[in-house]
């Protein structure tokens, strides 16, 4: 049958893709519905039409699966950070294990490697130890008759980069982040904070980023704003350490680029401290408001636990940790390696990674600022850098760079770790890696990072043929 945009059809949810749609077939013909679960018969809508595939809404859920749970948060369905909570803990694992086989299959090639089942993660409420919030003043209405509004403070619905639920409880962070959050929106609107337009590009504030120290029990708050403005910040954060006692650090970022991100290009501390500190195994990190730390930390423990078991240290390996953010890969491996080099981008990362491995005593580690696709060809410090035996790699979602890839084969270290936080482009970086009968894959470890979202980690043990 033809399928048409507006055309509106009864389908079966038959499975989940990897980003969290549903997947349907129409004679034949595949159809991505989102806000869907496997099991689920639905009414749906089709909003978008291609050669190969559609793209589809459900307007009514006929009839919902078998193992179809109650979603706990009231924002479920409109905000996009807990894209399947209506599904059991033990449904949502074995969906992301197979997307990773798949994935595997389908853009790798691999049709006889073993993918172990996802590692669950420890807690599946409040795990989250940073969220970031975005102000508006657009919100978007959930139903129908919210009434209009001209200031909010949330989270962007899925596919929007310019329209912000607002949020008043979320599940994912600690609760008394979510107080924070709450306290935040009701002291911006009475005093009339201007939120920054993502299209007219004016207003002042425009993030809240809440860290919380699993470990540790330590708070950051970091206000993002346009310009630093003392008579609006100052009252702000007295006001609120009066309330919340337990906050450790606050911090003003600020930021006039015009893309959406929370990174600020200048910091004012309002505390003594402009770190929190959490733990890792036997080692305590220091994080900065724009540094990356692993998102669920008690998950990163079995995460890190893996990468270890992947690389099967002596003790007489020189190791590099790409994209080592704050060094937790690096300074974990430092304790069972001869040398470990960690590269990264960020100065704040860098920064701190440097001043874990002092406040630890860990001296065989060390840290290069730079872009990986230019350090390694560029910079003058790698003209002397050692060769690696293990190489571990933990990029962000867009994968590996072509460049790097090439560095890394010409490299050619016994094994390489790849810790990947997207299946897609990990099955594309692990064909690259294993074209020419290169390296062998030899593990294949899925772990839940973020429980009731649509994403996956997963680590990939390698060894050179």
């Given at each position: 049958?033809?399928?048409?945009?507006?055309?509106?059809?009864?389908?079966?949810?038959?499975?989940?893709?990897?980003?969290?749609?549903?997947?349907?077939?129409?004679?034949?013909?595949?159809?991505?519905?989102?806000?869907?679960?496997?099991?689920q018969k639905a009414r749906i809508r089709v909003k978008k039409k291609r050669q190969?595939?559609?793209?589809?809404?459900?307007?009514?859920?006929?009839?919902?699966?078998?193992?179809?749970?109650?979603?706990?948060?009231?924002?479920?369905?409109?905000?996009?950070?807990?894209?399947?909570?209506?599904?059991?803990?033990?449904?949502?694992?074995?969906?992301?294990?197979?997307?990773?086989?798949?994935?595997?299959?389908?853009?790798?090639?691999?049709?006889?490697?073993?993918?172990?089942?996802?590692?669950?993660?420890?807690?599946?409420?409040?795990?989250?130890?940073?969220?970031?919030?975005?102000?508006?003043?657009?919100?978007?209405?959930?139903?129908?008759?919210?009434?209009?509004?001209?200031?909010?403070?949330?989270?962007?619905?899925?596919?929007?980069?310019?329209?912000?639920?607002?949020?008043?409880?979320?599940?994912?962070?600690?609760?008394?982040?979510?107080?924070?959050?709450?306290?935040?929106?009701?002291?911006?609107?009475?005093?009339?904070?201007?939120?920054?337009?993502?299209?007219?590009?004016?207003?002042?504030?425009?993030?809240?980023?809440?860290?919380?120290?699993?470990?540790?029990?330590?708070?950051?708050?970091?206000?993002?704003?346009?310009?630093?403005?003392?008579?609006?910040?100052?009252?702000?954060?007295?006001?609120?350490?009066?309330?919340?006692?337990?906050?450790?650090?606050?911090?003003?970022?600020?930021?006039?680029?015009?893309?959406?991100?929370?990174?600020?290009?200048?910091?004012?501390?309002?505390?003594?401290?402009?770190?929190?500190?959490?733990?890792?195994?036997?080692?305590?990190?220091?994080?900065?408001?724009?540094?990356?730390?692993?998102?669920?930390?008690?998950?990163?423990?079995?995460?890190?636990?893996?990468?270890?078991?992947?690389?099967?240290?002596?003790?007489?390996?020189?190791?590099?940790?790409?994209?080592?953010?704050?060094?937790?890969?690096?300074?974990?491996?430092?304790?069972?390696?001869?040398?470990?080099?960690?590269?990264?981008?960020?100065?704040?990362?860098?920064?701190?990674?440097?001043?874990?491995?002092?406040?630890?005593?860990?001296?065989?580690?060390?840290?290069?600022?730079?872009?990986?696709?230019?350090?390694?060809?560029?910079?003058?410090?790698?003209?002397?850098?050692?060769?690696?035996?293990?190489?571990?790699?933990?990029?962000?979602?867009?994968?590996?760079?072509?460049?790097?890839?090439?560095?890394?084969?010409?490299?050619?270290?016994?094994?390489?770790?790849?810790?990947?936080?997207?299946?897609?482009?990990?099955?594309?970086?692990?064909?690259?890696?294993?074209?020419?009968?290169?390296?062998?894959?030899?593990?294949?470890?899925?772990?839940?990072?973020?429980?009731?979202?649509?994403?996956?980690?997963?680590?990939?043990?390698?060894?050179?043929?």
């Open positions: 049958m033809g399928i048409k945009r507006g055309q509106e059809l009864e389908v079966e949810i038959e499975s989940l893709a990897y980003g969290g749609k549903g997947v349907a077939h129409v004679d034949g013909f595949t159809i991505f519905v989102e806000r869907t679960i496997p099991g190969q595939y559609a793209e589809a809404y459900p307007v009514e859920i006929r009839q919902p699966a078998a193992g179809e749970i109650e979603a706990k948060c009231p924002h479920f369905g409109v905000c996009g950070g807990c894209s399947v909570q209506n599904m059991s803990y033990p449904d949502q694992l074995a969906v992301k294990t197979t997307q990773v086989k798949d994935l595997l299959e389908r853009v790798g090639g691999f049709r006889d490697i073993p993918v172990k089942p996802a590692l669950p993660s420890p807690d599946i409420f409040h795990y989250r130890n940073k969220m970031e919030f975005s102000f508006t003043r657009r919100p978007w209405m959930a139903r129908p008759d919210d009434p209009m509004d001209d200031f909010g403070l949330g989270l962007h619905v899925p596919g929007r980069f310019d329209r912000v639920l607002p949020i008043d409880v979320c599940y994912l962070q600690k609760p008394i982040c979510t107080d924070i959050l709450n306290f935040t929106s009701r002291w911006a609107r009475e005093h009339q904070w201007e939120p920054f337009d993502t299209k007219t590009h004016t207003g002042w504030t425009r993030h809240l980023v809440l860290r919380y120290g699993e470990h540790t029990n330590e708070i950051m708050v970091n206000l993002v704003t346009r310009t630093h403005d003392p008579a609006l910040v100052e009252p702000y954060f007295a006001t609120l350490k009066e309330k919340f006692p337990p906050i450790t650090v606050m911090v003003n970022n600020t930021t006039r680029s015009r893309a959406e991100v929370a990174i600020g290009e200048a910091e004012y501390a309002y505390s003594k401290s402009r770190v929190i500190h959490d733990r890792l195994g036997e080692l305590t990190y220091e994080i900065a408001a724009n540094a990356f730390f692993q998102t669920n930390t008690r998950q990163a423990e079995q995460l890190y636990a893996e990468t270890l078991t992947q690389a099967k240290l002596s003790g007489n390996e020189v190791v590099y940790d790409l994209y080592c953010g704050t060094g937790t890969i690096a300074l974990y491996l430092a304790q069972y390696a001869k040398a470990v080099i960690g590269v990264e981008v960020v100065a704040d990362a860098v920064e701190n990674a440097r001043a874990n491995a002092i406040s630890h005593g860990i001296t065989n580690a060390e840290f290069i600022l730079g872009d990986l696709k230019d350090v390694f060809r560029k910079d003058e410090s790698a003209q002397n850098l050692p060769r690696p035996d293990v190489l571990v790699v933990d990029p962000p979602r867009a994968g590996l760079h072509p460049k790097l890839i090439d560095d890394i084969t010409r490299f050619a270290p016994q094994r390489i770790v790849y810790v990947s936080c997207n299946p897609s482009t990990l099955a594309r970086d692990l064909k690259l890696l294993c074209a020419e009968n290169r390296y062998e894959i030899t593990s294949v470890q899925p772990v839940d990072m973020f429980p009731h979202t649509a994403h996956i980690e997963t680590v990939v043990g390698m060894e050179k043929k």
